[in-house]
């Protein structure tokens, strides 16, 4: 069959495309699940992710037979059997062992980089399969809201929405969260109170010590600064304007939290107590878990439909979810600090730190802010104290002299 002779399917093989975005939310709900060691939810959304995978595998090999073979049906169907044949098998394995592991023994410790990593196969297998897809439409099949561009530098003249990059009726992706109606603001303000009370804890840990020569505290700030960065792009403020800013943010929080990592082993493999070793390494891993997850949230594509007048936006759960991703990152990152700081104390004094190389990590507590000893007077109350000065009553000299005379005879 001809290239155009397929249109007529175009809208519901849309339809089915857009089950990527409901993969991504499952996914977190997934990883979440993993975490609260919650059988049945893992179970339940694992088992939807599955059904959406299969539902997009089948519509969309359905659609290619309506098109004549060549190099773009060849990469879609590649795409396919990449999704069916590998990654949702290596998925599906992940699950049972998660949810067998966690059905024994609850209180076994789990690898969750293996699922987190699988359950990432899956969005992006959705997501490349979409790819695929859209290459072979025709101009009048594609749709402004196809339309995708690595060159981030050039704006079409029309209302474009890109999966990395959202410019929908001239307005960024944080200005769409702006306009989300009251109760959709509510939600996410009641995630970022409780995202503001670990930064609270962050900040009161991290003050407490020089950043001059400690590497730990200085990521600490720079994660928490880009963390808050992420938490406002959900209320429509703050720098990040795009997906694409989001998206960066989380790749640079990543690498912070690798850098992290990195400092934490060394103090770990040197610390002679085994119990704060391995409760420090413990923190590094849950680090390494909500960086994961963090990235994960901020691939979030926030879909605007204008039904009756009234903006209607999708993704709000995505949203959330993102702020939860990063309070859980907050909460490790005060817990690493804490730990890494514990660690060190207990090296054997005959070591000392210089011996061990760590140049980079100086726990030293910061200096109080310097006060003045004796309070200087601001001009306003020196000037007040003059004026009041000249207003006294001026009282002769012999007078007081007789009042007191006369007091004293009494």
């Not at 857009?18 to 993993?34: F, G, M, P, R, T």
């Not at 004549?68 to 992940?94: D, I």
């Not at 702006?178 to 109760?183: D, F, G, M, R």
């Amino acid at each position: 069959m001809a290239l155009g002779s397929g249109l007529n399917q175009a809208p519901v093989l849309d339809n089915d495309m857009s089950k990527q975005n409901h993969i991504l939310e499952d996914v977190n709900k997934c990883v979440i699940a993993l975490q609260e060691k919650d059988v049945d939810g893992l179970d339940r959304t694992a088992g939807a992710i599955r059904g959406r995978a299969a539902r997009v595998i089948h519509v969309v090999t359905s659609e290619m037979d309506n098109y004549e073979p060549g190099v773009y049906t060849e990469k879609v169907l590649e795409a396919t059997k990449l999704l069916s044949n590998t990654v949702m098998p290596r998925f599906t394995e992940q699950v049972e062992a998660a949810v067998e592991a966690l059905s024994s023994d609850p209180a076994q410790p789990m690898d969750e980089n293996e699922f987190i990593d699988a359950s990432r196969l899956v969005y992006d297998g959705i997501r490349d399969i979409r790819k695929a897809v859209l290459m072979i439409r025709t101009p009048e099949e594609l749709d402004d809201s196809d339309f995708e561009t690595e060159d981030f530098d050039v704006r079409s003249r029309t209302s474009v929405q890109t999966e990395d990059d959202q410019l929908i009726a001239g307005q960024s992706a944080r200005a769409i969260m702006a306009q989300l109606p009251q109760e959709q603001k509510a939600k996410i303000a009641e995630q970022v109170a409780s995202f503001q009370e670990e930064k609270s804890k962050l900040d009161a840990e991290v003050s407490k010590w020089d950043d001059s020569g400690n590497d730990i505290i200085v990521l600490a700030k720079q994660m928490c600064m880009i963390m808050m960065e992420m938490t406002d792009f959900t209320r429509g403020k703050g720098p990040l304007k795009n997906t694409s800013d989001v998206i960066s943010a989380a790749k640079k929080i990543a690498e912070a939290g690798s850098r992290m990592d990195k400092l934490g082993r060394t103090i770990a493999d040197h610390c002679p107590d085994s119990a704060c070793k391995q409760d420090l390494l413990a923190y590094l891993q849950r680090i390494a878990l909500y960086c994961h997850q963090l990235n994960i949230c901020s691939k979030v594509k926030a879909e605007v439909q204008n039904l009756g007048g009234e903006l209607v936006v999708s993704g709000v759960d995505s949203a959330m979810s993102l702020i939860q991703a990063a309070k859980n990152l907050m909460n490790a990152v005060v817990q690493t600090v804490k730990a890494s700081y514990v660690a060190s104390t207990k090296y054997q004094k005959s070591q000392g730190m210089a011996s061990l190389n760590l140049p980079a990590v100086s726990w030293k507590m910061k200096a109080p802010e310097k006060k003045p000893l004796v309070k200087r007077e601001k001009q306003d109350e020196t000037q007040t104290k003059i004026k009041r000065a000249s207003q006294k009553k001026h009282v002769n000299p012999v007078q007081a002299l007789s009042e007191f005379k006369a007091m004293d005879s009494i």
